[in-house]
């Protein structure tokens, strides 16, 4: 499986246009595409994309709290396994599923 992922800024009056141009586009992107440039990706790394997907933000911003609560996830519990300042995080509504 090959996954794309786009970040983007779309002014929030624009919203229903963006949704629109991307059920158009969405059947023409199906190949691959790379964020190596977004995290700066070195020779040696390669780029991950993952997701959690919650029934709603409520959920997901309980969750999360529960979460970084744990003492698994405190300093010291988990070692990362990569650079956290090039990471990009963002919760986002779906506006398409395709």
């Known amino acids: ?6 970040v983007i800024p779309v002014p929030k ?5 963006y949704r629109k141009i991307a059920a158009i586009a969405a059947p023409i992107f199906k190949a691959p595409c790379s964020l190596k440039m977004a995290v ?10 993952s997701w959690i ?7 997901r911003d309980e969750g999360n709290a529960k979460a970084m609560a744990d ?3 405190q300093e ?8 956290g300042n090039r990471m ?7 506006l398409l599923e395709v």
Request: hydrophobic content about 40%.
């Open 76 to 83: 010291g519990g988990m070692d990362c396994p990569f650079d």
């Open 13 to 17: 009056a624009n919203r229903e246009a």
């Open 53 to 59: 997907v919650w029934p709603s933000k409520a959920a």
């Open 71 to 73: 003492p698994r996830m």
């Open 40 to 49: 700066k990706c070195n020779d040696d790394e390669t780029v991950v994309f």
């Open 88 to 94: 990009i995080v963002g919760g986002f509504e779906v």
């Open 1 to 6: 499986m090959y996954v794309d992922g786009f």
